[in-house]
């Protein structure tokens, strides 16, 4: 019997992902990020990683020149948003959507998002550290309410090994049996390192690639941290907020 040519060269391809990363392009955090786009693949690259997602705050941070330079590294470019949906009057629900549309600022609340990803079937929605419900978070319960719409829940790099809020969120996604993903929700570039998922993909291309996660084709690479860095990360995000707020509306002016 004739070996068929096609199924020798066929090869699983393991690629290494970073899907929440932030760069100084973005409109919220920009102004504490210390690395452009550039620099970012080129760490990437270093690292070993295949796949990036870039996922801004509200803003769809993907040029054609970026796509080009990461294709050029050898790697694939997502394009995503880390977007504000609404639940209520005042709550902001921080939601990664990859492949989205311009007309995405179009959408406010979560029906919105069920009418936009019902038109428009190839996005990818991703729950972002749910387990914390602090100011922008997507809580449990909406995460729960919800859930239908996600395609996959991120294990948020913010845990060590007595202090981990993701096994609220690990049984969740057992429970209705989504795929949960590692990412380092990235702000310093040094951290890439850390935490992502590998994803085992039979193309480089964006719908095997998403296709494998939904059919749970992953492993996720964990580094828990320290009690003190935990900490220190939560005391440095916050000052860096508000002295970028202080400095915004001239709170320092009379001083």
């Given at each position: ?9 066929f090869?699983i391809?393991l690629l290494?992902?970073s ?5 100084n392009?973005?409109?919220?955090d ?8 550039y ?12 796949v990036?997602g870039l996922?801004?705050?509200?803003k769809i941070?993907?040029r ?13 470019l997502?394009s995503?948003?880390e977007k504000d949906?609404?639940?209520g ?8 959507i990859?492949?989205?549309?311009k007309?995405?600022?179009?959408v ?6 069920k009418r ?5 079937p190839?996005?990818?929605?991703v729950a ?8 922008n ?7 729960e ?11 948020s790099?913010?845990?060590s ?7 609220r ?5 057992r429970r209705?049996?989504?795929?949960m ?10 951290k890439i390192?850390?935490?992502?998922v590998?994803v ?6 964006q ?6 996660i939904?059919?749970?084709?992953i ?6 941290k320290?009690?003190f ?11 860096k907020y508000?002295f970028?707020y ?6 320092f002016?009379?001083r």
């Amino acid at each position: 019997m004739p070996l068929n040519r096609e199924l020798l060269s066929f090869k699983i391809m393991l690629l290494k992902s970073s899907l929440h990363i932030h760069i100084n392009d973005d409109p919220l955090d920009g102004h504490w990020i210390d690395y452009n786009f550039y620099d970012l693949v080129d760490r990437a690259k270093d690292f070993g990683f295949k796949v990036l997602g870039l996922t801004c705050h509200n803003k769809i941070a993907w040029r054609k020149e970026y796509e080009d330079y990461a294709k050029k590294n050898g790697l694939m470019l997502l394009s995503g948003i880390e977007k504000d949906i609404r639940s209520g009057i005042f709550k902001k629900n921080h939601v990664l959507i990859f492949n989205a549309k311009k007309d995405i600022k179009n959408v406010v609340n979560f029906e919105d998002l069920k009418r936009y990803k019902k038109k428009n079937p190839g996005i990818f929605i991703v729950a972002p550290h749910p387990g914390f419900d602090r100011k922008n978070s997507i809580s449990l319960k909406n995460l729960e309410k919800y859930i239908d719409l996600f395609d996959a829940i991120e294990h948020s790099w913010f845990f060590s090994k007595n202090i981990n809020l993701n096994k609220r969120v690990e049984r969740i996604a057992r429970r209705y049996q989504k795929p949960m993903i590692a990412t380092s929700d990235l702000h310093e570039v040094r951290k890439i390192k850390d935490d992502y998922v590998v994803v085992e993909s039979d193309h480089l291309s964006q719908k095997s690639f998403f296709q494998a996660i939904k059919n749970h084709k992953i492993k996720n690479k964990i580094k828990p941290k320290k009690n003190f860095d935990l900490l220190f990360s939560i005391l440095r995000m916050e000052l860096k907020y508000y002295f970028f707020y202080y400095r915004k509306y001239g709170l320092f002016k009379n001083r």
